[in-house]
């Protein structure tokens, strides 16, 4: 509760006041017919440790498709809802977002080229938890393949929205909160930038990365869930599938030097740190071949990621 007033501004004497006081001055708990307070549901997926111990499956999965093999790998995040929202993101950037740029010979600008659009996957991730029907004893499930990302809720939106309007608007002035106290929240902490926006903004994002057009399912009306799915940019897939072409792998190959000739200077170098030195690649692009790096054998890291450096192994 203190770190939440803390992000969203409140004042120093709120901050400071006992934990019921708190909790009753932030409208989070209700007194009981039997004596004392009850913990209201949107308070336990907010700031409970554990929201599952008392709200079943108050969690998010993502289920990832391990590369070359027919097998997935599953991570959990529990957790107060909110910090799961971060949680995600920070996952997705960390281990799934990827980019590189392409040179062209006969032009001086270049191209960055995104597997998916980070914005794109913050808000379809935090929509998903922020629409959940907590309810439901089904968790948020985000299903990472080759070629897509799958969010699936286990309900429906709330009328007037419906699977047909998502597909085909991409704004909703009218839309209804299962979560209201949740969508406050979650606005004061800056994980929504305004009531009914996300979907616009996710497919903008898709839009200028040259992504697949956002579908959502089913496409029926028994069927008692949303799913959204979107595709990986179809150019980043067939180059990273091996089918470059000699200038662009010839570009990868000097980033690639440049970045192991600037972790042999600095071993503490951040991906940040690096991106502004190349300059011509992003933070997300440098992880990307830090990522093939390691998976290569011609790096690893040592220690932790705040405090520990970078040995060169090749």
Known sequence: MKEYLLKTGAKKDIREMSKLDMAKSMGLVSESEYG?????????????????????????????????????????????????????????????????????????????????????????????????????PEYVGIYIYKDRISFV???????????????????????????KELKDMFFSLNLIESYGSGIRRAKDALLENGSPELKFYPDNEEDNYTNAVMGVNEEFLKEFNGSTTKETTKEKNSIQEQIVLLMKDNPSITAEQIANEIKEITAD??????????????????????????????
């Open 153 to 179: 809720n286990h309900n429906r939106p709330l009328p007037p929205v419906t699977i047909e309007a998502l597909n085909r608007d991409r704004s909703f002035d009218r839309r209804q909160y299962l979560n």
């Open 36 to 136: 004392g307070y009850r913990a209201k549901n949107f308070s336990v997926l907010m700031f409970a440790e554990t929201p599952n111990k008392f709200i079943p499956n108050a969690h998010v999965e993502i289920i990832r498709e391990i590369d070359g093999t027919d097998k997935m790998e599953s991570k959990r995040f529990d957790g107060p809802v909110w910090i799961q929202a971060k949680q995600v993101s920070k996952y997705f950037e960390d281990n799934i977002m990827a980019s590189y740029t392409i040179r062209e010979a006969d032009k001086i600008e270049h191209k960055i080229i995104y597997n998916y659009p980070l914005t794109a996957f913050e808000e379809l991730a935090t929509n998903a938890i922020l629409h959940k029907e907590y309810d439901t």
């Open 285 to 314: 692009g440098v992880r990307y071949h830090i990522r093939n790096l390691k998976a290569h054998g011609v790096i690893k890291r040592e220690g932790s990621t705040k405090s520990g450096k970078w040995i060169v192994l090749k």
